[in-house]
């Protein structure tokens, strides 16, 4: 779950221009490395804002293709204090990890190209948005990204369906934030096939491989892709709206299912 007060501390800091410097006050995002493990064994440490760790935990798994269905979890072990997740599953098949992974807020899972993994995976191909609800959701998204226009320090992302938002995470890393979302879609049984990501983060290859790999057949963001992001949506048939702001959208794959 997510604590806004404790996610947040006001602090003291000095506001300055070409002519002058004085002491101010500044709200400032948290951050807390959560462990993330299976069955007593660390999988990896995450920096994060401390928020829905359980969300955060399973997405994460999920993410890795070490889950895929809520019915194989067992216990899901939460300790805020030490700011840890251990995730029990139902069948306790052996799980060889080489190593920890320690992740930055930046996200970076380092990899590689997993396009051959992901090429069995379904996503829906004639899934079509209008226009109007994209720049609406997008609009509502900003909204109601209360952390971040409390800081200016996270990111937010947020699943919806048709055209309202069903889910709103928020994190200093926008790969949590999709994580998040991917946990809650787990948790509550939610079929992803004809739902959309709305995020306000930079839209690259390891972002594309998360929403891939959850199925998602649309992603729309307030920002720009890289040219991997862009071929691997091309290969995923996942269709990206970006750059949405001032009323206006650039649409880098699938544009035919765009509704004007």
């Given at each position: 779950?997510?604590?806004?007060?404790?996610?947040?501390?006001?602090?003291?800091?000095?506001?300055?221009?070409?002519?002058?410097?004085?002491?101010?006050?500044?709200?400032?995002?948290?951050?807390?490395?959560?462990?993330?493990?299976?069955?007593?064994?660390?999988?990896?440490?995450?920096?994060?804002?401390?928020?829905?760790?359980?969300?955060?935990?399973?997405?994460?798994?999920?993410?890795?293709?070490i889950?895929?269905?809520h019915?194989?979890?067992?216990?899901?072990?939460?300790?805020?204090?030490?700011?840890?997740?251990?995730?029990?599953?139902?069948?306790?098949?052996?799980?060889?990890?080489?190593?920890?992974?320690?992740?930055a807020?930046s996200g970076?899972?380092?990899?590689?190209?997993?396009?051959?993994?992901?090429?069995?995976?379904?996503?829906?191909?004639?899934f079509?948005?209008?226009?109007?609800?994209?720049?609406?959701?997008?609009?509502?998204?900003?909204?109601?990204?209360a952390?971040?226009?409390?800081?200016?320090?996270?990111?937010?992302?947020?699943?919806?369906?048709?055209?309202?938002?069903?889910?709103?995470?928020?994190?200093?890393?926008?790969?949590?934030?999709?994580?998040?979302?991917?946990?809650?879609?787990?948790?509550?049984?939610?079929?992803?096939?004809?739902t959309?990501?709305?995020?306000?983060?930079?839209i690259?290859?390891?972002?594309?491989?998360k929403?891939?790999?959850?199925?998602?057949?649309?992603?729309?963001?307030?920002?720009?892709?890289?040219?991997?992001?862009?071929?691997?949506?091309?290969?995923?048939?996942?269709?990206?709206?970006?750059?949405?702001?001032?009323?206006t959208?650039?649409?880098?794959?699938?544009?035919?299912?765009?509704?004007?």
């Open positions: 779950m997510s604590n806004f007060d404790q996610t947040i501390k006001t602090l003291k800091i000095f506001s300055a221009d070409s002519n002058s410097i004085a002491e101010s006050s500044a709200k400032v995002i948290r951050e807390v490395a959560l462990t993330i493990s299976l069955h007593g064994k660390t999988l990896a440490n995450i920096a994060c804002a401390g928020n829905y760790l359980d969300e955060l935990a399973i997405g994460f798994l999920r993410s890795e293709r889950i895929s269905h019915d194989e979890i067992a216990k899901i072990e939460v300790n805020t204090h030490e700011n840890s997740v251990n995730v029990i599953l139902k069948n306790k098949k052996e799980f060889s990890a080489t190593s920890v992974k320690n992740i807020s970076a899972r380092g990899k590689g190209d997993n396009v051959d993994l992901l090429l069995p995976l379904q996503v829906p191909a004639e079509k948005i209008k226009a109007k609800v994209a720049l609406k959701l997008m609009d509502e998204l900003l909204e109601n990204s952390l971040h226009n409390e800081t200016h320090g996270t990111h937010c992302s947020a699943l919806a369906r048709t055209e309202k938002i069903i889910a709103l995470r928020e994190d200093i890393g926008r790969h949590n934030t999709i994580d998040m979302l991917g946990g809650y879609a787990l948790l509550q049984k939610i079929n992803l096939s004809e959309i990501i709305l995020t306000t983060g930079r690259s290859s390891e972002i594309v491989y929403v891939w790999n959850l199925g998602i057949p649309a992603i729309i963001s307030h920002s720009a892709p890289t040219v991997k992001a862009i071929e691997l949506l091309q290969k995923a048939n996942i269709m990206l709206i970006g750059y949405v702001r001032g009323g959208m650039n649409i880098y794959s699938q544009e035919r299912r765009i509704i004007i």
